[in-house]
Each structure stands twice: as structure tokens, then as C-alpha cells.
């Protein structure tokens, strides 16, 4: 019997590519006679053709199926419709701007074939063409992360992955709002092999990041995968009360000693704007942690599906 393979592409705006890389996904197609591949393309509320190109493929090739959201509600919202309506036996998640070559695939079926690994995932070696200051940050997100939290992520790692079944019922039962998936691949744990590979530049379009984007999605991995900065804050608290303490028993012991010449009320407006800043710091970061729970304890969809070609699909989830 024949395996099963479902891709799925999260796609915003990317009417330029997406033929390209649907050619490609038949070129790797007509090479891998021993698997059923099966595209789902998911449109994130795209505002230019790509839904035309979904429905246009769909019609001639059956095995396009297609979700199109109400509205655009992010990759990582993407990828959970993928997953919660794949069926293949194998899943894999893959940008449509060919920056994850589909080339790779043939690859990466053999290696699960081999039945030791339950995933396989790529990692980019190399980050050319992309500019410098934002390989230098990524660089330090990973080495943050992995230092204060319990999912091990990978520097470099792409969110392209073939997946067995089971880890996609995993991924699928990690139904938090704010989602992660570069930790929560990471922290359902599973047999993975790395495959690295050059970065391959975006075909045609452009990125959807910029570095705003990206620093607040950095900062949402680290405040899903780690209590650390709570604890910091915590730390910081307990760290200024002592010196505060000593500071007064020091003032105490001068006044008793040498009187008291009235001084110094500079340094004074220093110190309180300084702990009025961490305070305000700490306030944040619990702000977050809180910020985060809100939207956990409403339960508000992941996404909504407005149109599709898949009968079966969950339409709301
Ligand atoms: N994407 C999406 N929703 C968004 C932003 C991006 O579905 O809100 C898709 C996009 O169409 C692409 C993939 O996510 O297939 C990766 O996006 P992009 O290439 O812009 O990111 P980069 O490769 O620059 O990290
Ligand atoms: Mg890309």
C-alpha cells in the first residue's frame, strides 16, 4: 500500500510563487512513485490572487486541497489548521516561496522510511542573503532561549519538518493560543535527525517579517517556553530590598556617629528614577506573563476557515 504524504503550505500573499512551487512539488511527486502526495495549501487571508491560483489548482489537480482563512492570522495559525486537518501518514510543513527546497523531500521520506527517526527537521547552515543585523539577533535569541527554557531549539532551524503521524497528533493536542511551533516541536520531544542545508533565497515576493515582527515573535517564544524573566524579576526585587537594608542600617550608623550634614540629593533622584524603571521593568514582564494568560483563558479560535475544498475540514478551531 501506498503511503500518504500531505504538505502543508501556509501561504500569505504569495501569488508569485506558489505556481513555481507547486511545479516543483510535481516534479518531486513524479520521482516518489511509492507515496501518495497530497498538497493543502492554506491562504492566510491573503489580499492579492493566491486564492484564485488555490482554486485554479484545486480544479485541475485533485490533489490540491485548499483552507483559506477570513482573515490573515498568522503563520503559526496556519500551520495549526494544517495540522489539525492533515490526514497523510506523513506531514510536512513547507514555506511556499521554495526557501525549503521540495528537493529535499525524497531525502527525508527514505530516512523516516528507515523507521529510527519519527521526524525529520532542517536546519539552514548558512544565513546568506540575509541581512546581517538580523542573522546577529536570531544568534542571540537561540542562545537565550536555550539557556532559560525546556524546549531545545535549534539555531538555524527552519519550521520545515516531515513528521510522523503521531507527532502531528501530539502537536495537534498542544492547543495553547499562543503558539510557538519551533518549542513545541522541540518540546514534545520524539526521535529527530537534523539535515542541514544552504539557505536558499525567497523565488519571488517578498519576506513578511520585518524586525519589529520579529523581535515581538522572539519575545512571545521565550515568554511561552520559560518562567526565567519572572524570575529575574523576582531575583531583581529581592536583591534591591537587602541593599536597601544594608543602605539603611549604613545611613543609620553615619547619622549616630558623624550627625547629619544634608547632602547628596542628587544621587538620591538617581537611585529613585533607577529602581523606579526596574520596577516598572518587573510590572512589564508580569504584564506579559499576564497579557498571555488573558488570551489562553478566552479560548478564541486558532483560526477561522471562510472557504475550502476539503468537505471533512474543521472550519473553527
Ligand atoms: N506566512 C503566512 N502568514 C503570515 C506570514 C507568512 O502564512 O502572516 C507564510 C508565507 O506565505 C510563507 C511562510 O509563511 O509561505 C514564510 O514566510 P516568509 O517567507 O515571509 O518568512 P521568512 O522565510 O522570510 O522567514
Ligand atoms: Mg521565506
Known sequence: MKHTVTLIVPCYNEEASLPIFYDAVCDVARQLP??????????????????????????????????????????????????????????????????DPPSLLPQMLEILAGGEYDSVATRRVTRDGEPPIRSFFARMFYRIINRISEADIVDGARDFRLMKREMVEAIVSMCEYNRFSKGIFGWIGFRTMWLPYKNVERVAGETKWNFWKLFKYSIDGIVNFSQAPLSIASYTGLGFTLLAFVATLFIIVRRLIFGDPVAGWASTVCIILFIGGIQLLC????????AKTYMEVKRRPHYIIAETNEESADRVR
Do not use: H
Not at 283 to 290: A, E, R
Open 34 to 99: 511509492d507515496y501518495e502526495l497530497t498538497l493543502l495549501l492554506v491562504n492566510d487571508g491573503s489580499r492579492d490572487g493566491t486564492l484564485a491560483i488555490m482554486r485554479r489548482l484545486a480544479k485541475k489537480d485533485e490533489r490540491v486541497k485548499y483552507l483559506s482563512f477570513s482573515r490573515n492570522f498568522g503563520k503559526e495559525a496556519a500551520m495549526y489548521a494544517g495540522f489539525c486537518n492533515a490526514k497523510g501518514d506523513y506531514i510536512a510543513v513547507m514555506d511556499a516561496d521554495m526557501q
Open 283 to 290: 510590572m512589564g514582564i508580569i504584564g506579559q506573563y499576564l
